[in-house]
């Protein structure tokens, strides 16, 4: 089934059904013309949590003219419910049902606007990660604001003069930072697509060292910056080693600052920022040795 062209509203529920149909209304008010309406929540029977979801499901029928379809994902792990989210394993399943319920939507060409209003504040922080990780520029992450007479009264619709407003969430998505992300999405579970993306992320820190080493330095650079960041000997101490004077091996050292200061964007690089960016290179050893003749 394609959904494609309508918003779909995925939202975090606690024990007050009053954020998602509140925050359905704020969303029409807006002109944004939710037809579905995914519903997040833990399992507590005889609690408020259990209270809210039946006063809820109860004023489906409040949305019946505007034929909005809605459905109720309980968190739970292997068929056993979670009764809160104040546990590892909870704080897993949080993200692992938003993050699906967004890659659902995602898959189907829908707009997600995502609301954390509801709930412990563990399911806002993994709703707004979940955000992160799968939002397009076209996505929303909202959150409610609600006081007087409105918050006291348990009203789930809103009405002329309730002190009740949506506010959005800025998200800085990963993908406009690494697009390599968008290329892992298909990747059912969150925690391995996190996996899947620090490896990635790995490979190209190593390639970009190897680049700079291999392809930016000289030889005789190479061969005193390899030294300092495997050794952290002093200046005459590298310069003993390889038979060279020690203000040599500082002109080559001062070199390498300036061109890996180019290489990665920075103002400038000292000593220690240069030992920092290539320890990873030198520790792995990728491609060829730093000893090899230049091509």
């Not at 409610?144 to 006291?152: E, H, K, R, V």
């Amino acid at each position: 089934m394609n959904f494609q062209s309508f918003p779909v509203l995925i939202a975090t529920l606690g024990s007050e059904p009053q954020v998602v149909t509140a925050g359905l209304d704020l969303l029409f008010s807006k002109g944004v013309a939710v037809r579905r309406v995914e519903v997040v929540h833990t399992t507590a029977p005889g609690t408020p949590i259990e209270d809210a979801v039946q006063r809820l499901q109860a004023a489906l029928g409040d949305y019946q003219p505007r034929g909005i379809v809605f459905s109720f994902f309980p968190l739970e792990e292997r068929g056993k419910p979670f009764a809160d989210t104040e546990s590892a394993a909870a704080g897993q399943a949080v993200l692992r049902c938003i993050y699906r319920r967004i890659a659902f939507a995602k898959q189907n060409g829908e707009t997600v606007h995502l609301l954390i209003a509801g709930g412990r504040k563990t399911m806002s922080i993994y709703g707004m990660v979940a955000a992160q990780m799968l939002f397009d520029e076209d996505d929303r992450l909202w959150h409610l604001y609600s006081a007087g007479d409105f918050l006291t009264s348990k009203r789930l619709h809103p009405q002329p003069g309730d002190a009740v407003q949506l506010a959005a969430i800025p998200v800085v998505r990963w993908g406009e930072l690494s697009p390599a992300w968008l290329s892992l999405r298909g990747i059912d579970d969150p925690w391995a697509a996190l996996d899947a993306i620090r490896r990635l992320q790995l490979e190209r820190r190593r390639e970009d060292m190897h680049n700079f080493v291999m392809g930016t330095l000289t030889f005789a650079e190479r061969q005193v910056v390899e030294i300092l960041v495997t050794t952290g000997k002093s200046d005459r101490e590298i310069a003993a080693l390889l038979h060279l004077s020690p203000r040599t091996v500082e002109q080559h050292l001062r070199s390498a600052y300036t061109k890996a200061a180019q290489h990665w964007q920075m103002e400038s690089v000292n000593r220690t920022q240069l030992m920092a960016l290539l320890q990873g290179y030198y520790v792995t050893k990728i491609g060829e040795n730093p000893h090899d003749n230049d091509a």
